[in-house]
């Protein structure tokens, strides 16, 4: 019995570290909303989140790649400095005030869009082909279209909530009653929808300056702590200016202290590990296909936890969303394919014709 559960771990691994990354991934979420909802001021938290994600990812840095990783000129350094203000230190900063007006649902079905964005604007760089003459090409530019048109109804349009999900019957029925709140409510969901959808793009703006970056400085671990260590000044210098108040950096033994930590710990150090060990195992598209398990899990704790009420029209953008999702993924799939077997063939035809020379 021992001996075949074990089989089962270890056949399995790549699929439990994929489900355990992305029930972290919901955690986040859940946690982050809660602390925000509590009051901590949301630029603070950013403050604090890189601060402990620095601290975890410092050490690591240093004992495993020290001797491996090259000299960094102050060119670089200052390019660095740019990308992480552009991607961590506003994408963050971007999501946490986002998380002041919308559910930590959609925070989680937001982040579904990132692979169309990252397609979309690496296309408008010329980073990314599209080739319509081809099904894989129609299936990124149509999955593109349908993911980001779907992340927009889930922004914009709510429907009528789930009545057979109606677990909390008095939050239902001052939902259904138009009032001015309502309104209120309305317009602070979609303006968070938005500036949530705009973390996701200048996020996936961050993923794209990764590629130029790694080339020039190929010590991830080191690039990543550095990053993040810029993000906390960064986000520190901003926080200071936004709120003057030094109680509201005061970090007491409650959610906010928990939700920090775990973000900067548990989200930035171990998930990082997860994934790239999981990429090496199985590949990219692996990991990304695991990516709507996140709003499953946290769909499912909202409505328990938080009483967030489900809707008909978000549940419709969702599926959307996430059908975009795969097919960007299986059209980006087959395309790598189809490259790297005609790279396969070019280099099989560059060592027949070796082999020509030399017995000539």
């Known amino acids: 019995m021992k001996v075949g559960f074990l089989i089962f771990l270890e056949t399995n691994k790549p699929y439990l570290v994929m489900l355990l990354v992305q029930s972290i991934y919901a955690g986040m979420a859940l946690f982050s909303k809660a602390a925000i909802d509590k009051g901590m001021n949301p630029f603070i938290f950013v403050a604090y989140r890189q601060a402990f994600a620095s ?8 004992f495993l790649e020290r001797k491996r990783a090259p000299p960094i000129s102050y060119t670089l350094l200052w390019k660095v400095f740019l990308v992480a203000l552009c991607g961590i230190t506003l994408s963050s900063n971007l999501y946490y005030v986002a998380l002041n007006y919308t559910s930590a649902t959609f925070a989680a079905a937001s982040s579904n869009v990132i692979p169309a964005m990252t397609f979309i604007i690496a296309a408008l760089l ?7 003459k081809h099904l894989y090409g129609v299936a990124k530019v149509f999955g593109s279209v349908v993911c980001v048109s779907g992340a927009l109804v889930v922004a914009l349009y709510q429907g009528p909530p789930m009545k057979f999900m109606n677990w909390y019957p008095s939050v239902h029925r001052e939902v259904s009653r138009p009032s001015a709140n309502n309104h209120s409510s309305k ?11 705009s973390a996701n793009a200048v996020w996936s703006l961050w993923l794209i300056l990764q590629v130029p970056i790694v080339k020039i400085y190929p010590a991830k ?24 108040n030094p ?21 930035t150090g171990i998930t990082y590990w997860l994934q790239v060990w999981c990429i090496e195992k199985k590949g990219p598209v692996f990991a990304s296909i695991f990516t709507p398990l996140a709003l499953l899990i946290t769909a499912i704790f909202s409505a328990f936890l938080w009483k967030e009420t489900l809707h008909w029209g978000s549940i419709g953008g969702a599926i959307f969303l996430v059908g975009g999702l795969y097919s960007v993924l299986w059209g980006k799939k087959k395309e790598d394919g ?3 077997r005609n790279e396969q063939r070019q280099e099989a035809k560059e060592e027949s014709m070796l082999e020509c020379i030399t017995h000539q």
């Open 338 to 340: 189809i490259c790297e």
């Open 247 to 267: 109680s509201s950096w005061k970090l007491g033994w409650d959610v906010s202290l928990l939700s920090v930590a775990y973000c900067g710990v548990i989200v």
């Open 126 to 132: 010329r980073m990314e082909s599209i080739s319509v």
């Open 187 to 197: 317009m602070d969901r979609i303006r968070g929808s938005l500036l949530m959808l």
């Open 55 to 62: 601290l975890v990812l410092g050490p690591f840095a240093f």
């Open 221 to 244: 671990l080191c690039l990543t702590t550095l990053q993040c260590l810029f993000s906390c000044i960064q986000s520190t210098i901003l926080a200071v200016i936004l709120e003057r």
